[in-house]
């Protein structure tokens, strides 16, 4: 049985709003699995066979569980402030970005920003990166000189599922693919 939008759901309240089932993370993003199945189950069935299979089963890899799985929280995308205790790392010298059409005039004046989150997101290759750029409609790649950003200063960090993560990217450092 597929459980697409209770996943969705949990992608809600990990990242953006745990507020809304009444439950706060802790600084580094973790919520307690007891209260996050209590407070999911209030509006449909959920329990944890299936939160452990949301989480086994997701492709993306979103979620993380501590080792006795009483914790868990979302590896990134999150809109609250929280630290997930990323670990700095050298970057290789090209990444990706993929984003919809409709976003590239902007990005070619203020390059990538997070916006809502706290970081941008960035992909190893650029098969992934045109599947993110899909989401959002017509895809456009953006090659990150992130090499030459790394030596210039630029931090970048890798989540627990592999997504890239930086806090901005300059112009000077995107070239349409």
């Known amino acids: 049985m597929s459980h697409n939008k209770t996943s969705r759901f949990l992608s809600m309240i990990l990242r953006h709003k745990p507020e809304v089932i009444g439950i706060t993370l802790d600084e580094h993003g973790w919520a307690s699995v007891s209260e996050l199945i209590e407070g999911v189950s209030r509006t449909r069935t959920f329990n944890m066979q299936i939160l452990e299979q949301i989480v086994a089963e997701d492709e993306k890899q979103r979620y ?58 960035l992909s190893g290759d650029p098969e992934t990166a045109r599947k993110v750029g899909s989401r959002h409609g017509n895809p456009v790649i953006y090659i990150v000189k992130a090499g030459e950003m790394h030596r210039d200063g630029g931090l970048f960090f890798r989540s627990v599922n592999g997504i890239w993560l930086t806090e901005k990217v300059l112009v000077r450092y995107l070239e349409k693919q």
């Open 64 to 121: 993380s569980f501590n080792e006795d799985k009483t914790l868990i929280r979302a590896n990134q995308g999150h809109s609250i402030p929280v630290d997930v205790e990323l670990e700095k790392v050298v970057p290789p010298e090209i990444l990706y970005h993929g984003t919809g059409e409709k976003y590239t005039e902007s990005i070619d004046v203020q390059g990538l920003i997070p916006k809502s989150r706290l970081y941008v997101h």
